[in-house]
């Protein structure tokens, strides 16, 4: 078998990389692990940028998108007696959309097997090789138990944070981890409920965080801050609809609860793994860096890195020139390092510690966001996404 990009991992970094390569005459194979049931019914974050939209309508997987997403104008940020707007179009000229990362690689999947590039599912023992040389391939064994080598031009690792490809970047670069993590977990619930509120909520409360985010007009996401050893069985439904409905309470709202179908205790951290590169091996989305959810970044960090990782391997493999993908780590970085950063201030502003002197300077910043018109627009800038490239 022999392709121009070898992908590693069909999560929405390598699906989209594949979309964005194929749309410019380039091909690609997608190696995946899991089945395709596994990879559509994984259960993750669900805030868009801007800029994450434009890029699946230009690949022509935004139809969907467009019909069902559900444009955003703003968060509440709470603490008690206070629940603020921040209004995006007001602060900064951008919006927001809600629309499931599960979604977007469904429809990531069904635009790839409606003629697109070949993906292959339930693929094992996937390893990159040589790949300091301009023939690296891919040894896998395929999903009827057969070995294949994938002779490549280059090698995309978007195989997430557990994923093969890291460990060999590292391997052979001179590189460096940096990894925090953080002392709570997010219990999530999906529920058959209708949003109690039109835009996200944000709540600091003496209790934990609290997150109410949405899928659609009829189904409800929300989140509660807990402690990374606490046992899901612990936690009925009347306990966290109890403990939601505690954290949000503000006078004259009210917290409408419905079957919950689905729960799990999610950990946070903050990793980033330097340089993104080895040889002819690129490293895209979760297989680089890891944020936590509190700033809805995971997913639009994937895309800009495959955004930016698409036009250097088209400049590479056509006009051979090697400038873009030479500068791609630091480009990719800059942005990430960004984003690690903004996804960290909302954890430490937003959870608490346990600690009454973190509480009093998590409450005075959440004053002065929700006072300060720089303070806010600060936050609505990262929010919605920063231009692309961040390099100085
Ligand atoms: N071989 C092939 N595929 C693999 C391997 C392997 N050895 N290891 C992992 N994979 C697959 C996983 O099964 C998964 O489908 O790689 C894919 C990686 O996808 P994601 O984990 O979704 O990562 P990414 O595409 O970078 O997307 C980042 O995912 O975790 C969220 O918050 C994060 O929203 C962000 C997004
Ligand atoms: C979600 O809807 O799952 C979600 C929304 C906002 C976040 C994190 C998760 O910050």
Redesign the pocket.
């Known amino acids: 078998m022999r392709t121009q990009v070898g992908i590693i991992g069909a999560g929405p970094a390598g699906l989209l990389l594949s979309r964005l390569l194929a749309l410019r005459g380039i091909d690609t194979v997608v190696l995946e692990n899991r089945s395709r049931e596994y990879v559509e019914a994984r259960i993750?974050?669900?805030?868009l940028e801007q800029h994450t939209v434009d890029t699946l309508a230009d690949a022509g997987v935004g139809d969907r998108l467009q019909r069902e997403g559900l444009e955003h104008h703003g968060i509440y940020l709470q603490y008690p007696g206070t629940r603020h707007k921040l209004s995006f179009p007001e602060l900064c000229g951008r919006t927001v959309w809600?629309y499931?990362q599960t979604e977007v690689v469904k429809d990531l999947i069904a635009a790839q097997l409606d003629g697109g590039p070949p993906l292959l599912f339930d693929v094992s023992d996937v390893l990159p090789e040589d790949v300091d040389t301009d023939s690296p391939r891919i040894r896998f064994t395929d999903a009827d138990g057969v070995p294949q080598v994938l002779e490549c031009d280059v090698i995309a690792g978007t195989d997430g944070f557990h994923g093969v490809s890291r460990p060999v970047v590292a391997g052979g670069t001179q590189g460096k981890l940096w990894e925090r993590t953080y002392p709570y977990a997010w219990l999530?619930i999906l529920a058959d409920v209708a949003p109690s509120t039109d835009e996200?909520i944000?709540a600091w409360h003496p209790d934990g965080f609290a997150?109410h985010?949405?899928?659609s007009p009829s189904v409800s996401?929300l989140?509660l801050q807990v402690d990374p050893a606490e046992k899901i069985e612990e936690w009925s439904d009347d306990r966290i609809w109890t403990a939601l409905a505690d954290r949000f309470a503000l006078d004259g709202w009210e917290l409408h609860t419905g079957p919950i179908t689905e729960k799990s205790v999610l950990p946070m951290r903050s990793f980033v793994s330097a340089p993104m590169r080895r040889g002819r091996l690129f490293l895209a989305g979760d297989a680089a860096h890891i944020v936590p959810?509190?700033?809805?970044k995971g997913l639009n960090l994937a895309v800009a890195d495959v955004t930016l990782l698409a036009s250097a391997l088209v400049r590479l493999l056509r006009e051979k020139q090697t400038d873009l993908a030479d500068s791609y780590s630091d480009r990719a970085l800059a942005r990430v390092w960004r984003c690690t950063h903004f996804s960290w201030w909302?954890t430490s502003m937003l959870h608490r510690s346990g600690d009454d002197f973190d509480a009093e300077l998590q409450l005075s910043q959440l004053r002065r966001v929700c006072g300060s018109e720089s303070a806010a627009r600060e936050l609505a800038e990262n929010y919605t996404g920063l231009p692309l490239d961040l390099s100085p």
Do not use: D, F, H
């Open positions: 993750r974050a669900g805030i809600v499931g999530g996200l944000y997150l985010s949405m899928r996401r989140y959810p509190t700033g809805a909302m």
